[in-house]
């Protein structure tokens, strides 16, 4: 990070009085993970509210470290997500708001590299304020997972509300990212298929808005009363997350992003979305169950970094595989158990950032 | 998280349609494993800058096949500089060879013609990276 010389106290304070570049700088430590991440995600934790473990009370915040209106997008490639966010959140600058884009891309997993193309259909918006930053997914397991809610947490820290999360819906890991968001919006276009394709796709299920968007195509029709049959059936079997407070049937916004059509529907539709959870009680259930997902994605990233520097040379040249994977367990087994894994950065160096675990005090 | 991938923002900057010869550099530096932010076409300096500082970038690439490089090259150069952004620009397309050492007396960090290889597109930008201070 050239030309940069202030400590990452000095950033979080530049970034919570809107600094754009003190904001980036946080962004960027955060995604590239390790002990400056962890030392902005427990800053950025407490000046948001969040509630240390022993239950301290929030100021501003809801006690899991966030403020703002956490919208996750997702939807096919192609279905036109970057046009749409750009449109949509020109009119929330319109509206008053202060909207920021966290645009995720896929890593090529052949070389690491990434074309971030996001920008090409967002001049509007950038030319309305919106702070749009592009991110690839670069490969690592569960990186994703772990660097998103932490940047999240950085955009909410900088004043930015709502906080928009786009992934391209295709993988596991980018349709879970999306959809720890406070409202899921799933972006489809007609022709992508009939009923029984919305069905399987479980993409769908996440939603809690959707925007058919192309929805000046002659099968546009279609398209919406396919969603609405697969909703009917779910108004049988229930929707989405039982349980949470949330599980009312989702809203279908026609758009035509290119021109602007449905845009303000959309964005009544995701903040009606926003007020019903607060008046049913429901917001806090599902930040919860984000905070859950965080801390498990963290406890993962520990567990996979101890065992691969417990294994690292000696893994056999070959073998039965699950029987090599369980010979090689005790190691791993004695390493978690003769070796601290670090909860705190004063416990020394975490095991595996830079190979090997930090002698521990047991 | 060992090796930090570099971040480039890829823009045409003014008038100029021509995108095909940005798009082969885009893919040469996925390729040579950065993370390009591609603006496209039609890009002025103040939206090159927007999106450098947003976006975290260590190089900027433009790309000029309309001879405005003389007058665009260094206002880029001048303009990240006013703005306390550093971040070397590296410039591709038609630069005649007498206009080289202009462009380095302004400042970009580097320039390709027509003809540069994979390999020497991903070097001069490297290279431009670790100009920085």
Redesign the interface.
């Known amino acids: 990070m050239p030309g940069e010389t202030r400590s990452i106290a000095e950033l979080v304070a530049a970034a919570r009085g809107s600094e754009r570049r003190a904001t980036a700088r946080l962004l960027t430590l955060v995604e590239r993970g390790g002990p400056p991440a962890d030392e902005v995600a427990e800053r950025a934790w407490s000046a948001l509210g969040g509630r240390a473990s022993s239950g301290a009370t929030s100021d501003g915040g809801d006690g899991n470290g966030h403020r703002a209106h956490v919208i996750g997008l997702t939807g096919p490639p192609g279905a036109g997500k970057s046009t749409l966010v750009a449109a949509w959140t020109t009119r929330l600058v319109e509206r008053g708001y202060r909207p920021a884009v966290l645009a995720v891309d896929p890593s090529s997993p052949l070389t690491g590299g990434a074309i971030l193309g996001d920008r090409v259909r967002m001049a509007e918006a950038t030319a309305a304020g919106v702070f749009i930053r592009s991110m690839a997914t670069r490969g690592h397991a569960g990186g994703l997972a772990l660097a998103v809610p932490g940047m999240v947490r950085v955009l909410d820290l900088a004043g930015f509300d709502p906080v928009i999360v786009e992934t391209v819906g295709v993988g596991q890991v980018e349709v879970d990212v999306a959809s720890t968001a406070d409202t899921v919006l799933v972006v489809v276009t007609p022709g992508m298929g009939d009923a029984v394709q919305a069905n399987k796709a479980g993409l769908l299920e996440v939603a809690d808005v959707f925007a058919v968007n192309k929805s000046d195509r002659p099968d546009a029709a279609d398209a919406r009363r396919d969603l609405e049959l697969m909703l009917d059936l779910s108004d049988l079997t229930g929707h989405g997350r039982a349980g949470t407070g949330t599980d009312t049937r989702p809203s279908i916004i026609s758009t035509v992003a290119t021109t602007g059509v449905g845009v303000d529907d959309l964005a009544d539709a995701t903040d009606a979305h926003l007020t019903a959870q607060v008046a049913a009680g429901a917001l806090a259930g599902r930040r919860e169950d984000r905070w859950r997902a965080e801390v498990r994605s963290h406890l993962d990233r520990l567990l996979l970094d101890a065992s691969r520097s417990a294994i690292a040379g000696s893994l056999p040249a070959s073998g039965a595989p699950g029987a090599v994977a369980r010979s090689l367990s005790e190691g791993v087994a004695d390493r978690l158990l003769g070796h601290r894994i670090p909860g705190d950065r004063t416990a020394g160096e975490p095991a595996g950032h830079e190979g090997g675990a930090a002698e521990g005090d047991r | 998280?060992n090796e930090?991938?570099l971040r480039v923002v890829l823009a045409k900057l003014g008038l100029d349609g021509h995108d095909r010869g940005l798009k082969v550099v885009?893919?040469m530096?996925?390729?040579?494993?950065?993370?390009?932010?591609?603006?496209?076409l039609r890009q002025t300096t103040d939206?090159i800058i927007?999106?450098v500082?947003?976006?975290?970038a260590d190089v900027v690439g433009i790309s000029m096949l309309n001879a405005g490089h003389l007058t665009l090259g260094p206002r880029m150069v001048e303009a990240l500089a006013d703005a306390g952004?550093?971040v070397p620009v590296v410039i591709g397309g038609i630069v005649p060879d007498e206009d080289r050492p202009a462009m380095a007396a302004a400042g970009v960090a580097g320039v390709l013609g027509p003809g540069a290889s994979a390999d020497e597109v991903v070097a001069c930008v490297r290279a431009a990276a670790d100009t920085?201070?």
Do not use: F, I
């Open positions: 998280m930090t991938p885009a893919r530096l996925r390729d040579g494993g950065m993370e390009v932010v591609y603006l496209g939206t927007d999106a500082e947003q976006e975290d952004l550093d920085r201070s």
